[in-house]
């Protein structure tokens, strides 16, 4: 008989398998993410992750909607209470913070494609969404505050995944630069406004 303490495994489940991926994913990069290094992290076999998720796409399909999830929570979060361009400020720096926060989640939002995948679909449209409401202290018509919405979108997206990726190489500060794309932003969505 040993005289070791019994280990307590925990129990697999779909929830857990997600979490210990997203993990992963964020301390050692989104490559790191195979089944067979989650299900070590798991202290199982690969065969019995198979009982909770069903392909390695699917996980990183799961990843990436996490992703988008995490992204439009911070965004509501940091705009509460704040309109026009302090809004728009704070999301972006939210955005930042995400991608800083969660590197390897975040790049799993480019990872699986969207199109077609109504549930992927609308979690895009969400955080495109909750952009176009920090917008509506602008003059804007209905399709002008989507336009904008994508505007702000795509250069937060750009900006933070070049800047996670070294993609800034100069050394002038990417905080001034950041505070230089807002401003930017701010005065173009101010010039579209309806008359």
């Not at 989104?30 to 076999?45: E, F, I, P």
């Not at 904008?148 to 905080?175: I, K, T, V, W, Y």
């Amino acid at each position: 008989m040993s005289s070791q303490p019994a280990v307590k495994r925990r129990s697999l489940s779909p929830e857990l398998v997600l979490d210990t991926a997203a993990t992963l994913a964020d301390e050692e990069g989104l490559d790191s993410v195979t089944l067979t290094h989650v299900a070590k992290k798991l202290g199982t076999s690969q065969p019995a992750l198979y009982r909770h998720i069903d392909s390695y796409d699917e996980l990183i399909r799961a990843l990436g909607l996490r992703g988008r999830e995490v992204l439009a929570d911070r965004l509501i979060e940091s705009a509460v209470g704040l309109a026009g361009d302090d809004a728009i400020e704070a999301m972006g720096r939210a955005w930042r913070g995400v991608v800083a926060d969660h590197p390897g989640l975040y790049a799993a939002t480019d990872r699986y494609p969207c199109a077609g995948d109504a549930e992927l679909e609308a979690a895009v449209n969400r955080v495109v969404e909750v952009l176009s409401l920090s917008l509506s202290t602008y003059d804007l018509t209905d399709d002008e505050r989507v336009d904008a919405a994508r505007a702000l979108r795509s250069a937060f997206h750009g900006f933070a995944h070049l800047e996670n990726g070294d993609g800034h190489p100069l050394d002038q500060d990417l905080d001034e630069s950041f505070t230089q794309l807002i401003e930017l932003l701010c005065r173009g969505i101010r010039t579209i406004q309806t008359s």
